[in-house]
């Protein structure tokens, strides 16, 4: 029997690329392990999952054993990755035993970023990665009515507008001076911030929790400010960072994420990487559409048909329904200005980055403008040509 191609991960990334891959090749083995259940979910969905109504078990899509099934397919649940022996193209499991393997595609993600905050609460604040921490999230929020969010990018927006749903008023921080500060430009961040605070969330903007103090069953956050903050619970929401460890100790090169090429090869032969743990000419991108892209070109590479990874503009949508917004950022080191106007309807902001050239390299979309998405994204250049 040939050795398998196996892959480490069971999110998006690890899912999609053995679907992607069974299109082509329904004979070669596939063995997924993964750290948790198994089970297929949209990690997208764990930060509006209360307004729709959702639950861990609900969020749940399809159990492992019917994907298993489907993709004909050894999956592995619960399972530790002690290591991996490269040359000898063995995967080496918590547990001692070791797997050898044609090709290994690492799909790790990312882990949430702990931030330096003093105090005997601080190791009670929350963060929601996975389907397991959403459970253990849900189980806290009985007799919730406060909650400070730690972070004001665009998963810690989500979940601010998200808890409105369940009646629990979030109090928003970030050092940054508006929402999303790194994807949106002033006037339209401001124009986000007034319409979230108006369906109840509330932002301490500019500034940054210091401590996290225990007070009963309650907490007690104190700002760099001096204000004390009383709350029920804690979220931090303040970024990922990617799993390298585990590529870094076998020797492979890691920079901010687990250094691949437009092939998705890392530095090791017969290794590859892919989602929110990998990068590609300096990206870390942990979006849905760049890991469908990635998964569907190493799929048709493992299966004979060498494709390299291409980017096409990547728009994407920011599930607060308080204010509609989509964006798709220019390029780190692009040259240019942004344009920004009000739609005629006064209901929406339309913002496009324009370069030193006058080509559109990027825009942002809030309220009803949103509607102009499909329009302008025709007019975006590549993120990868």
Request: charged residues 20%; aromatic residues 6%; contains cysteine.
């Amino acid at each position: 029997m040939n050795p398998p191609i196996v892959i480490v991960g069971s999110g998006l990334a690890g899912y999609t690329f053995a679907r992607e891959f069974r299109k082509h090749d329904r004979d070669t083995p596939l063995v997924v392990f993964s750290r948790d259940a198994a089970d297929f979910y949209s990690k997208p969905m764990l930060s509006n999952a209360f307004s729709g109504h959702k639950t861990a078990a609900t969020l749940v899509m399809k159990p492992a054993a019917r994907i298993a099934e489907e993709l004909h397919a050894d999956i592995r649940p619960r399972a530790t990755i002690a290591g991996i022996e490269t040359a000898a193209q063995e995967l080496v499991l918590a547990d001692g035993n070791r797997i050898a393997y044609r090709d290994l595609v690492l799909g790790l993600g990312a882990d949430p970023i702990r931030l330096p905050i003093a105090g005997d609460g601080a190791a009670d604040i929350l963060s929601v990665n996975d389907l397991d921490d959403f459970a253990r999230f849900a189980e806290r929020l009985e007799g919730v009515e406060r909650m400070v969010v730690l972070g004001a990018g665009l998963i810690g927006c989500e979940f601010a507008n998200d808890l409105l749903a369940r009646n629990v008023v979030p109090t928003v921080i970030d050092i940054a001076d508006q929402p999303l500060g790194r994807l949106l430009p002033p006037q339209a961040g401001q124009w986000m911030r007034a319409r979230l605070e108006a369906a109840g969330v509330a932002f301490r903007m500019g500034n940054s929790a210091t401590s996290v103090e225990r007070a009963g069953t309650k907490y007690r956050v104190t700002l760099a400010d001096g204000e004390v903050l009383e709350t029920d619970l804690v979220l931090s929401a303040v970024g990922l960072r990617p799993r390298t460890e585990l590529a870094k100790a076998a020797g492979l090169v890691t920079n901010r994420g687990i250094v691949i090429n437009r092939m998705l090869e890392t530095t090791v032969s017969h290794i590859y990487a892919l989602g929110d743990c990998a990068e590609v000419e300096g990206l870390v991108l942990p979006f849905v559409m760049p890991i469908m892209n990635q998964a569907r070109a190493l799929a048709a590479t493992l299966a004979g048909k060498p494709t390299p990874l291409t980017y096409p503009p990547m728009p994407v949508v920011v599930k607060t329904p308080a204010c509609p917004t989509v964006v798709c950022p220019p390029a780190p080191n692009a040259q240019g200005s942004w344009q920004i106007g009000a739609t005629d309807d006064g209901g929406g902001i339309e913002a496009i980055y324009v370069g030193d050239d006058e080509t559109s390299l990027g825009f942002a979309l809030l309220g009803t403008a949103t509607a102009r998405k499909q329009a302008l994204t025709t007019r975006m250049p590549a993120v990868l040509s």
